[in-house]
């Protein structure tokens, strides 16, 4: 079984910097995606945007056109957690922040929610202006 724990939300100031980290257990496969998913306020499961994920074997990272250049993912094997470095915040970026992880391997990062089987408890970050 798998379980990912998400840490490190709150509350922010436009500017400002947080970081995010997700701590997986269980068995990971070498080519699984780990991926953070925000969900706005208002907004199902289903609509959870993409904001950056990477191949657990070798780091390749991929993110959503919202926060490139302001977000960057990175992993850390020993700790089987990853991490979300936010900054230069938005108020748009409020959303509680979801880590997800695939069941099998793939190729490229994969974007869609309907590729990740499993899911943290999610962490809220509000930004204000």
């Known amino acids: 079984q798998v379980e990912l724990v998400e840490s490190g939300g709150g509350m922010a100031q436009t500017g400002d910097s947080l970081r995010l980290s997700c701590v997986a257990s269980?068995?990971?496969?070498?080519?699984?995606?780990m991926a953070w998913f925000r969900q706005a306020p208002g907004k199902s499961r289903r609509d959870r945007e993409f904001v950056a994920g990477l191949r657990w074997s070798d780091g390749e990272a991929a993110y959503g056109d919202s926060v490139k250049g302001r977000f960057t993912i990175s992993k850390d094997g020993a700790k089987d957690t990853v991490y979300l470095q936010m900054d230069s915040l938005k108020p748009e970026d409020t959303a509680v922040y979801y880590c997800?992880?695939?069941?099998?391997?793939?190729?490229?990062?994969?974007?869609?929610?309907?590729?990740?089987?499993?899911w943290g408890q999610g962490t809220q970050v509000t930004v204000s202006s």
């Open positions: 997800g992880r695939t069941m099998t391997s793939y190729s490229i990062v994969v974007t869609s929610t309907t590729f990740y089987y499993y």
């Open positions: 269980g068995r990971t496969r070498s080519n699984s995606i």
